[in-house]
Nanobody, 126 residues
Framework: QVQLVESGGGLVQAGGSLRLSCAASGRTFSSYTMGWFRQAPGKEREFVAAIRWSGSSTVYSDSVKGRFTISRDNAKNTVFLQMNSLKPEDTAVYYC???????????????????WGQGTQVTVSS
């Protein structure tokens, strides 16, 4: 089974950058679509970005498009989320997740992801 561990969260000023990492265990990491989600206090968990197993296809939410970049290194079993031009509204706990099912399109619903990390806090001060 796949296990996921996020890192790289922290406190940053508005306009700054952070890079989140998600390290996965399991021999078949390279077969999975990986996604990033976030949950702010009092709000539902929302989709941020996802990347197909090959890296050939990426999807972003409108709120982060042009500011965040998702990438993966299958040799290191790691997926990244580069976050630039951060805004206070980006403050949330960020989770990475694995979709264990091969789909025709990249999944953006949290209910299509099967394995989750514990989350890492990102706080953006104004």
């Amino acid at each position: 089974q796949v296990q996921l561990v996020e890192s790289g969260g922290g406190l940053v000023q508005a306009g700054g950058s952070l890079r989140l990492s998600c390290a996965a265990s399991g021999r078949t990491f390279s077969s999975y679509t990986m996604g990033w989600f976030r949950q702010a206090p009092g709000k539902e968990r929302e989709f941020v970005a996802a990347i197909r197993w090959s890296g050939s296809s990426t999807v972003y939410s409108d709120s982060v498009k042009g500011r965040f970049t998702i990438s993966r290194d299958n040799a290191k079993n790691t997926v990244f989320l580069q976050m630039n031009s951060l805004k206070p509204e980006d403050t949330a706990v960020y989770y990475c997740a694995a979709d264990l099912i091969t789909r025709l399109i990249v999944a953006v619903s949290q209910y299509e992801y099967d394995v989750w990390g514990q989350g890492t806090q990102v706080t953006v001060s104004s």
